[in-house]
DNA sequence: TAATATTGCGCAAACGTTGGCGCTAACACT
DNA sequence: AGTGTTAGCGCCAACGTTTGCGCAATATTA
């Protein structure tokens, strides 16, 4: 047995008041490496260097170790993250920026992003942009004086400009749902285009011929790769497009029923709808009950994104569904890819495969 | 006219490199206070009281003032939120804990959470717990070290033994939905006792006598006030209480089909479904279909949770709405209250009222 | 016994802000 | 010339961590 009694100075506690038990309506006087590094009677250094598990390393023998830690426990120390972050210049904070978090899909991609970072230890700040582009511009500043390490943003705007101080900034940044084709920035989305190709398909399959859309934000890439792949289906049908059938400029429910009410009102040969978003389908849906139109036998309807409900809706709908889940989850991959090797060139952009589910709002016609 | 020409330094700028445009896979050099002081050549504390807006009170010449800010937009200086919270022990940050954002209902808290704080230009920091309380404990510290200045809690578990900590260490908290009713925490909660009262009611007006539970997580606040509000009811009316009508032990939709499912098998004699989140209710949905079950002709549904697609369902669905809009709200107001004078003794709990929304999912029948 | 190795730990600077205190220069007034 | 006032700013310590460097003891070896 080797003796280790070596330094072996009195670890027996100084005499210093107790983490004082907050006087009433006091600030709360949390512990610091000060406070315990005084108490045991050692320096900053030496507390830091264990609660690091680092003592091993920098040779702290154990008896200073266990007093150490032990004390630490005893007095419920927890670092200061701020004082951390300063040093270290790491914050462990990623940023998520979304429009509206009370839409499903958006709150879906959320959960997921939570859930990752929090597997890599990392903490979410989050933002609602409320579909607003000055809201956006201002939650950005604010991640950024809070030095988050990355960013995951579902823009709202149809242009990036506000983005070029954070790429320059060297912030790693991905893009979910709503990209910018144009620039390099990573991106997961659904695939918009083949997804509402298919769905258009669906329809003129059964033999629909005037469809009208739903569209949501104009400008914003899912809505525009919808458009295009609503209209490419028609083309490779020779089919006319009709402009004045593609309507609206939202994603809400709002935009659904008011621009359905007036498509019923203008358009009396329509005969299928394709909603670009469940919300707007179920707008529709609205006005369609209010102009007792059964569906779908007066007027067939589908719907991007599936949600729980829509197998049990009135109609069962027949639904594109995109996969936010793994959304969220590629997002948060790619993200900790950047920021854990930032020198790698940035990935291009990811699509996801939609998928087209079948249930019972469209019905063949023969016109 | 007063000549202002006074110290009148040189405030053309030193040649010091500028903020040096990145290079290539190098670390961002953040602008600081420093950098603009020394280019110049004025102290920080100056820079720092300028771009603080304390100019005037500190009598910094307009000069020097113009000059600095012009400097410091140039330079698209931020300030470090981390030195600053550090500093002033201010962090400008809450926290928001919620078991599963998935869930429409908590996503609409956290919407309004998120809208909330910004508007008091304060920081959400996102944990989603998973219903899981380990994760809920890990989270709670992980923004304990991050010195959030209040928290908006939902919490998963049945004891509160885990916020010891947090109400010693004086942490302002607001409990949003789930609460303990022992504990002097404030909360903000919808009147699930009265709800579930009024919607039980409405099945024994219909001539319900059979009437299942599909509960949520036991132990937790809104389930037991929502059983015990439907036991008052039966009790009310003299109706017996058989506890093995009341089924389950989560809010999610897996649950709500598997009791269906074992419901329809062992209970023949069910005529009426009260489920207590709109997921068990589609659960509940899921499971009547593939039974076969008609609603409300075979068997008659209520639930919690009023979603916007309710009203559209084969059958449109009588639900008893929670204000979760107005939850968030109230939740934020009690915490930025307490965050704003903590001397004040804190508020109880608030109860907000449910609303019970009649469609088309209960039959009247006679027994 | 002297030289060398090892053990165990401390010093102090740095991260970026802020604010109390106080200093200097210019002017005003005796 | 001496004293007082004011404008305009700077010094420096503090917030709580982390870490490179180094130093004093003891232990080992020659």
Same mark, same amino acid.
């Given at each position: 047995m080797k003796k280790i009694a070596v330094g072996n100075k009195r670890l027996r506690q100084k005499q210093?008041?107790?983490?004082?038990?907050?006087?009433?309506?006091?600030?709360?006087?949390?512990?610091?490496?000060?406070?315990?590094? +005084?108490?045991?009677?050692?320096?900053?250094?030496?507390?830091?260097?264990?609660?690091?598990?680092?003592?091993?390393?920098h040779r702290i023998s154990t008896q200073t170790e266990t007093a150490v830690s032990n004390l630490a426990r005893q007095f419920n120390f927890v670092p200061n993250q701020l004082a951390r972050g300063l040093r270290l210049k790491k914050t462990l904070t990623i940023g998520l920026v979304i429009p509206d978090l009370s839409n499903p899909f958006f709150a879906g991609i959320a959960h997921q992003v939570a859930l990752g970072a929090r597997q890599h230890d990392y903490s979410v700040l989050l933002c609602d942009s409320h579909e607003n582009i000055d809201l956006e511009v201002q939650a950005l500043g604010l991640l950024r004086h809070r030095h988050v390490e990355g960013l995951v943003l579902c823009p709202v705007g149809t242009s990036a400009a506000h983005l070029e101080d954070l790429v320059q900034a060297q912030l790693p940044i991905v893009l979910v749902d709503r990209y910018f084709p144009d620039l390099s920035l990573p991106y997961v989305a659904a695939d918009n285009l083949t997804g509402a190709h298919e769905g258009t398909e669906l329809l003129i399959g059964n033999g629909h011929r005037c469809i009208a859309c739903l569209q949501g934000v104009r400008g914003t890439s899912p809505n525009e790769f919808r458009v295009r792949g609503y209209q490419q289906a028609l083309a490779r049908h020779r089919l006319p497009v009709d402009a004045s059938l593609i309507v609206g400029d939202s994603f809400g429910e709002q935009s659904g029923y008011i621009e359905t009410k007036l498509l019923l009102r203008n358009?009396? +040969?329509v005969t299928a709808i394709f909603a670009f978003s469940n919300l707007l389908a179920l707008g529709a849906l609205r006005a369609l009950a209010e102009e007792h139109r059964r569906i779908p036998d007066d007027i067939s309807i589908i719907a991007f994104d599936d949600q729980p409900y829509a197998a049990?809706?009135?109609?069962?709908?027949?639904?594109?569904?995109?996969?936010?889940?793994?959304?969220? +989850?590629?997002?948060?991959?790619l993200l900790f890819d950047q920021i854990q090797s930032p020198e790698r060139e940035p990935t291009g952009g990811i699509l996801l495969p939609t998928n087209l589910i079948i249930r019972r709002s469209v019905k063949k016609i023969t016109c």
């Open positions: 210093v008041p107790p983490p004082a038990a907050s006087r009433r309506g006091q600030a709360k006087p949390h512990t610091t490496l000060k406070r315990i590094a +005084d108490q045991l009677d050692v320096s900053m250094s030496t507390v830091s260097r264990v609660l690091s598990g680092q003592a091993r390393r358009r009396k +040969d049990y809706l009135a109609t069962p709908m027949t639904t594109v569904a995109q996969p936010f889940s793994e959304m969220g +989850d590629v997002a948060v991959k």
